[in-house]
């Protein structure tokens, strides 16, 4: 199983909502990741979680708050989001290093009214 | 910082050969990899080289020179369900993260 779920594939929420997108590998990955993709640009990391620990924060705002309850679950809680943060978040998963081989879910499309 | 340039766009003829070349300026080098996303679609690993020379997989091979800082992935006997965006990528931060490339719009016509 070489398959990384993400829910939801939609979400579109206002200013002041609070939602959670979420993520799950079984394939005993022990580094996941949380990307931010807009249209016609490339996936910009977000986070990193090494064995289960938050190892690098690219200085996002603290609007996004991620979090990994166990080895196979990670978790990006929103609130009070901007417009400018509608975007595609990705999900990936890797063996251990950034440099293998990373599993992408297929996304949450999200749009901030 | 790092910093990975590509074409932004790239037009080939099914059946052809194309090359995606990728430049790159890094601190500390972790190796070289390529990922392909379809409109809507999540990136999918292609390739890595860790090592100077080419890497073939299929009809896909990646090249890399780390004295030039460049690498490219080239595409063989391409076909229409080749259109796609390409990006290289490559590790940092001691090879905990990807940064990926700007990207190549690979458009495949009849």
């Known amino acids: 199983d070489t398959e990384v779920t993400q829910t939801p594939k939609h979400l579109v929420m206002g200013m002041t909502n609070k939602k959670s997108l979420k993520c799950e590998q079984h394939m005993g990955h022990r580094a996941m990741y949380w990307y931010k993709q807009k249209a016609k640009k490339p996936p910009e990391l977000m986070f990193v979680y090494s064995y289960e620990k938050l190892s690098i924060n690219e200085s996002v705002p603290s609007r996004f708050s991620p979090e990994c309850p166990n080895s196979s679950l990670l978790n990006l809680h929103l609130h009070a989001l901007q417009p400018e943060d509608s975007a595609l978040y990705l999900c990936?998963?890797?063996?251990?290093?950034?440099?293998?081989?990373?599993?992408f879910g297929p996304g949450t499309r999200l749009l901030v009214l | 910082g790092q910093s990975l340039e590509q074409p932004s766009e790239v037009t080939a003829v099914e059946g052809a050969i194309v090359q995606i070349n990728c430049t790159y300026q890094t601190s500390g080098f972790y190796g070289l990899s390529w990922y392909q996303q379809h409109d809507g679609g999540a990136p999918t690993f292609l390739s890595y080289n860790a090592l100077d020379g080419l890497e073939e997989t299929g009809r896909f091979s990646s090249f890399l020179s780390r004295s030039d800082s460049y690498g490219y992935l080239l595409l063989q006997e391409l076909q229409m369900k080749d259109s796609a965006s390409y990006f290289c990528?490559?590790?940092?931060?001691?090879?905990?993260?990807?940064?990926f490339g700007t990207g190549t719009q690979l458009k495949v016509e009849l």
């Open positions: 990528a490559v590790p940092g931060g001691g090879g905990n993260k990807l940064t």
């Open positions: 990936a998963s890797s063996q251990d290093k950034a440099q293998e081989t990373q599993y």
